[in-house]
């Protein structure tokens, strides 16, 4: 009887994560054999970063066909934007946030070409995910693209964005506990087929970074943690084929806040503050998400936050239909309702939340 064909799962070619490594870029693209580029930068990064950048590829002999500073994700753009790149361009390059990330990360895709992924911040695990949240029809949707060909992360550029944006990161890294569990909730009840890979990457991804000892969120060891953890959810996503080991019903209600507020706060934060409700919900490892939160200082910056409770029980409501087709704990009544009332009565949601 012959051997069943092994499933194959892209990864990075290219993992680089560490202090000055912006600087080296050209020396990276070279070592890949991507010679002819396109780079699309965050709104006023080119004034920051660029020239380093810029410099670095013209050192290695990597010519830049194209590039421009980028402020959209809607999705007619990204088409008309791909189509246009010339044709000899080998790879695509996103330097920036979440939403440049996305662009330059779809276009590749478009284009069945490598897309490197160069973040400016670690407000999410976006930089390394196969997904891509873009505008379709007026709406923020998640729509299938590929993992990062390579990537690239100068911890010192980290270090330097708003502290907010590791708070950001923080509660996304974290969300993996509640998003496993729910996971296994509903592959115990026959509503998902839970790959086991992917469920231990993503566990060994968090545990690595809820145990990381530091003194401050600016250490390097614990920026590089994140940072590290953050690129491992990516890979147990392509594992699993889907975002289950690292989106549960934390990120339902992020995603339902999206929907209801006109500001709503950075996604990490919203998922951070979910996770936390979620895992007392589970009766799952609260004592650890709140320990985290407290010691990073999470806590504290939601708090200067003044957001309502309201609004997170109407998201409660709403969240189940934000993806239906999964079962996670707040799919069941019961477990709404619970939610509900932890909103309440919990001690540390209510200082944070009014």
């Known amino acids: 009887m012959g051997r069943a064909a092994a499933n194959e799962i892209n990864i990075p070619n290219l993992l680089k994560i560490g202090a000055g490594t912006l600087a080296y870029t050209g020396e990276y693209l070279k070592e890949l054999g991507l010679d002819r580029v396109v780079i699309l930068f965050g709104n006023g990064l080119i004034d920051m970063f660029g020239g380093s950048v810029m410099d670095s590829l013209k050192k290695a002999g990597v010519e830049v066909l194209e590039y421009q500073e980028m402020d ?57 995910s196969s997904s891509a949240s873009l505008i379709v029809e007026g709406r923020r949707k998640s729509v299938p693209a590929r993992l990062a060909y390579g990537i690239i992360v100068d911890t010192e550029v980290i270090r330097s964005a708003p502290e907010k944006f590791l708070y950001s990161g923080i509660g996304d890294m974290v969300a993996k506990i509640t998003a496993l569990y729910d996971w296994k909730y509903e592959g115990d009840y026959g509503y998902a087929e839970v790959n086991d890979f992917a469920m231990m990457i993503a566990k060994k991804a968090v545990n690595s970074f809820v145990r990381t000892p530091f003194q401050s ?87 200067s936050l003044q957001m309502k409770r309201s609004d997170f029980e109407s998201a409660i409501d709403l969240a189940p239909s934000v993806k239906p087709f999964r079962h996670t704990y707040l799919h069941e009544e019961a477990y709404r309702e619970r939610a509900k009332e932890l909103l309440r009565t919990d001690g540390q949601l209510c200082r944070v939340l009014i």
């Open 72 to 128: 959209t994700v809607c999705i007619d753009d990204l088409i008309s934007l791909a189509f246009s790149m010339p044709n000899k361009t080998q790879a695509v390059i996103g330097l920036g946030g979440g939403k440049v990330i996305d662009a330059a990360k779809y276009c590749g895709y478009l284009l069945n070409l490598p897309f490197i992924s160069i973040p400016t911040s670690s407000s999410s695990d976006g930089f390394s």
């Open 217 to 303: 969120i600016q250490d390097e060891l614990f920026i590089r943690e994140l940072l590290d953890s953050l690129a491992m959810s990516g890979i147990a996503n392509e594992i699993a084929g889907s975002s289950a080991p690292t989106s549960g019903s934390e990120h339902l209600i992020s995603h339902a806040l999206d929907k209801l507020l006109e500001q709503p706060q950075l996604h990490g934060i919203q998922v951070g503050i979910a996770t936390y409700l979620m895992s007392l919900v589970q009766d799952h490892r609260y004592r650890r998400v709140d320990t985290i939160f407290t010691q990073t200082g999470f806590w504290d910056y939601v708090a």
